[in-house]
């Protein structure tokens, strides 16, 4: 399930989808995206946060495989894109 600041919830997001999400973001009242199963104690997430200087910084942590990732990034494009591959291997 990705969740933003604003309020937006997407079960399932696509790349499109985690794009539209992530080109919504702002510096006042919708500055995140968190993306995680929809169970109570999830053992991984990735979120999208805007930086005031621009630019957007994801994390992505999952304990099961012991990874914490924080990168910034500019291009939503390749966030989106990058984000849908790291998500495709947590289903498996």
């Given at each position: ?17 985690l794009?539209?999400?992530?080109g919504?973001l ?33 994390v992505?942590?999952?304990?099961t ?12 494009a ?9 998500l ?5």
């Amino acid at each position: 399930m990705a969740s933003s600041g604003g309020g937006d919830h997407i079960a399932d997001p696509s790349e499109d989808a985690l794009f539209l999400l992530i080109g919504d973001l702002n510096g006042t009242d919708n500055t995140f995206v968190v993306i995680q199963p929809d169970e109570d104690d999830p053992a991984w997430f990735a979120s999208v946060a805007v930086l005031d200087d621009g630019g957007y910084e994801i994390v992505r942590r999952d304990t099961t495989r012991r990874e914490h990732d924080v990168t910034v990034e500019t291009s939503i494009a390749r966030i989106a894109g990058d984000l849908t591959k790291w998500l495709a291997t947590r289903a498996s």
